[in-house]
C-alpha cells in the first residue's frame, strides 16, 4: 500500500507527539525517583545565643534571624532543618529565636530539629518551637529556667581606693550597681522580673510541645536531661541525629527521592586576629541596665 503525502505528514505528527509525550513521562519519573525532588534548608546554631556578636564568631542572634528570615522567603525550601548545639544565652535573644521558628512551621513549612552536644535552656526554648525534635541519648537539653546574677565591687573600691558617686533621678534607677547591695526591695523588683521571663519560658515550651502546662512546670526547675531522659518526659520526639532529621523532614514535606540540602550560613568578613584585636579596643561602658541580663 503507497500512502500519500498527507497520510505521511499526519502519521510523522502523530509519532512525534507520541515520542515527546513519552520523553516527558521518562523524565518526570527519574526526576522524582533518582534525582532532587526537593529542597531542604539547613541552619546549624553553635555556641551562646546573643545580641552581640562572638569574639571567635561573626554570628549574633541578629545575624540567625537573617538566616531564619531568608529560609522562610525562599520558595525552593520545603522543609527546615535546624541543627542545635548550644548552652543557651540571653533571654530575649532565644524568645525571639523562637517565636521566628514558631513562624516559619506555622507558614506551612516543615521544621525539624536536630540536638548536638547540648541543647539546653534558650537553645532548647527555639528548639521547642519545632514541628520535631530529635536527640542524641547522651545529649544534654533541658535546664529551663531563668537566672540573673549581680557583682558586688563596693569593697574591693573601697580597700584600692576607688570612690565611685553614682546620681540618679528615680529611686530604683541604680538598683543592681556594683558599687552597692541590692536592698530588700530592689531583691523583690528583680525577682518579680525572675518570675515573669519564667512564666513566658514555661507557656512557650508548653504551646510548642503541645504539653499540659503542669507538666512544664514540673520539668522547670532549670535541671538538665539527658537526651534519653528528655525523650521520657515528652520533651523530644525521638533519638537520633542529624541524618534521621533530614529523613523526617523528607517525610513531614511529602519529598519523594533525593532532597537537595541548602546549607544557610554567613560568614565573618574578619581574620582572627582583627576580631581580637576590635574585642579588646571596643569595649563599651555598661550602665546598670546595660549589665543586668536575663539569662536562659
Same mark, same amino acid.
Given at each position: ?202 507557656? #512557650?515550651?508548653?504551646? &510548642?510541645?503541645?504539653?499540659?502546662? /503542669? $507538666?512544664?512546670? +514540673? @520539668? =522547670?526547675?532549670? %535541671? ?12 523530644? #520526639?525521638?533519638?537520633? &541525629?542529624?541524618?534521621?532529621?533530614? /529523613? $523526617?523532614?523528607? +517525610? @513531614? =514535606?511529602?519529598? %519523594? ?40
Amino acid at each position: 500500500m503507497v500512502l500519500n503525502g498527507k497520510k505521511l505528514v499526519i502519521i510523522f505528527i502523530v509519532l512525534s507527539i507520541l515520542a515527546i509525550v513519552l520523553r516527558i513521562t521518562l523524565v518526570g519519573n527519574m526526576n522524582t525517583e533518582f534525582g532532587v525532588s526537593g529542597t531542604i534548608g539547613l541552619i546549624h546554631v553553635n555556641g551562646t545565643i546573643s545580641e552581640q556578636r562572638s569574639v571567635l564568631s561573626s554570628r549574633s542572634t541578629g545575624s540567625y534571624l537573617d538566616l531564619f528570615r531568608a529560609a522562610k522567603k525562599d520558595d525552593q525550601i520545603r522543609a527546615l532543618v535546624i541543627r542545635v548545639n548550644s548552652p543557651g544565652g540571653s533571654a530575649a535573644a532565644s524568645q525571639e529565636l523562637y517565636h521566628l521558628v514558631k513562624s516559619i512551621s506555622e507558614s506551612g513549612i516543615p521544621v525539624v530539629v536536630s540536638m548536638g552536644d547540648i541543647a539546653a535552656s534558650g537553645a532548647y526554648y527555639l528548639a521547642s518551637a519545632a514541628d520535631y525534635v530529635f536527640a542524641n541519648g547522651s545529649t544534654m537539653t533541658g535546664s529551663i529556667g531563668v537566672i540573673m546574677e549581680f557583682t558586688n565591687y563596693q569593697e574591693l573600691y573601697e580597700k584600692i581606693g576607688i570612690n565611685v558617686e553614682v546620681l540618679t533621678a528615680g529611686d530604683l534607677k541604680d538598683a543592681g550597681h556594683p558599687t552597692k547591695p541590692l536592698s530588700e526591695f530592689e531583691h523583690e523588683v528583680f525577682s518579680e522580673l525572675l518570675h515573669d521571663s519564667w512564666d513566658q519560658f514555661v507557656s #512557650d515550651i508548653a504551646a &510548642g510541645r503541645n504539653l499540659p502546662r /503542669e $507538666k512544664v512546670e +514540673e @520539668l =522547670a526547675d532549670g %535541671r538538665i536531661f539527658t537526651g534519653r531522659q528528655a525523650l521520657e518526659h515528652g520533651l523530644v #520526639d525521638e533519638l537520633g &541525629g542529624i541524618d534521621n532529621a533530614i /529523613e $523526617k523532614a523528607k +517525610e @513531614l =514535606a511529602n519529598i %519523594r527521592g533525593k532532597a537537595k540540602i541548602k546549607n544557610y550560613q554567613q560568614q565573618s568578613n574578619l581574620s582572627l586576629l582583627e576580631m581580637l584585636l576590635f574585642s579588646i579596643i571596643d569595649i563599651p561602658r555598661l550602665t546598670p541596665e546595660q549589665s543586668i541580663r536575663l539569662v536562659y
